[in-house]
């Protein structure tokens, strides 16, 4: 690498501090999702973001997307919403000046470069399925041509965990679609008050723009190549195949899951290790990278069959077994 594209890298690395110093002149701590958010924007995937109403996840994706100066979209999903209403649809227009009808392709609200999904799972799953299909595909078609998304494209979808009524959880298969399935936590005390005092008083965060899309691009080029040592993709290996009752020795994995995590978990963690790398000013992977994001990228590729649900065994206590029971040294 030569010396100015290394300077460059250097300052945009820099300035990740910078912008979660700026996203927390709206945002009151929950300093871990964050990060994590910013892990599935520099790994180029998409996050499942879950918390009880109330804990500003709305606002923190929209702030996320004005310090980074990208387009932002929200689609509100409700039980009648059509995968027409998120990806676009034709309408029939006529050219004034020589009388000819044709058909135009109008862009729907996924055309942005930050799409919150909020309230996914209380979509139909024909819904579901258009909004996944685009998220894997980075393109949407329709009448037989093809509509690229913006780039950089990212979708943070939430879920309400407290209402099950009149919802539709999605498939484990549509599940793995995500990146991440980041859990979002009540505040401590003193960020609670914090929040109480300044947005009941006369505050008004500024925040600065940091990064441009094509800054995006360059941190999502460097995240690929951050250093892995063979020794953590052996150990990230183990982890994937000791979460699969066929191939475990651990015997949680053996009582509870029913189907463990495939390949693309594997894949999911060597690249959110690497953006947690970059985000924590490294250009190397260390073992704590791997074991924090372990469940993140993990517990929602576990599928555990009724015994765990009847003994209230949740996949984030099968995830630490995993990592309890094997060395970083392992090969």
């Known amino acids: 690498m030569e010396n100015t594209e290394s300077s460059i890298y250097q ?16 945002i009151i701590g929950q300093d871990e999702v964050i990060d994590e958010v910013i892990i599935t924007l520099l790994a180029g995937g998409h996050c499942l973001l879950e918390g009880v109403p109330g804990l500003a996840k709305t606002l923190m994706v929209k702030s996320l997307s004005e310090v980074m100066d990208l387009q932002f979209k929200r689609i509100q999903f409700t039980p009648d919403l059509m995968p027409g209403d998120i990806l676009g649809t034709e309408i029939l227009e006529e050219d004034h000046e020589t009388g000819k009808k044709f058909f135009q392709f109008n862009r729907g609200p996924i055309f942005a470069n930050m799409v919150l999904a909020d309230e996914i799972n209380r979509t139909p799953p024909k819904t579901q399925a258009a909004l996944l299909e685009a998220m894997q595909e980075k393109s949407v078609t329709y009448g ?59 505050y008004k965060a500024d925040p600065q723009i940091v990064f441009s899309a094509r800054d ?74 791997i074991k924090t994001l372990a469940f993140p990228v993990l517990r929602h ?9 009847a003994e209230n065994v949740m996949p984030d206590s099968i995830i630490s077994k995993i990592l309890d029971s094997i060395p970083v040294n392992a090969s």
């Open 216 to 289: 995006i691009k360059q941190l999502q080029t460097l995240t690929r190549q951050v250093h892995i040592d063979s020794g953590l993709l052996q150990y990230i290996n183990r982890i994937v195949r000791s979460s699969r009752p066929d191939t475990s020795g651990i015997q949680a994995v053996k009582d509870y899951v029913e189907w463990g995590a495939g390949t693309r978990a594997g894949q999911a963690l060597i690249l959110c290790a690497k953006a947690r790398a970059l985000v924590k000013g490294r250009y190397a992977v260390i073992p704590e990278d």
């Open 301 to 309: 590729r576990l599928s555990l069959h009724f015994r765990a649900e």
């Open 11 to 26: 300052a945009l690395v820099d300035n990740i501090s910078l912008l979660k110093k700026e996203i927390s002149k709206v």
């Open 144 to 202: 037989g041509q093809n509509h690229p998304l913006p780039d950089p494209f990212l979708i943070i979808a939430t879920q309400n965990p407290i209402e099950q009524a009149g919802t539709y959880p999605l498939p484990e298969a549509q599940l793995d679609r995500f990146l991440l399935y980041i859990k979002l936590g009540y505040p401590s005390e003193r960020e609670e008050l914090e929040v109480l005092e300044k947005t009941t008083g006369t």
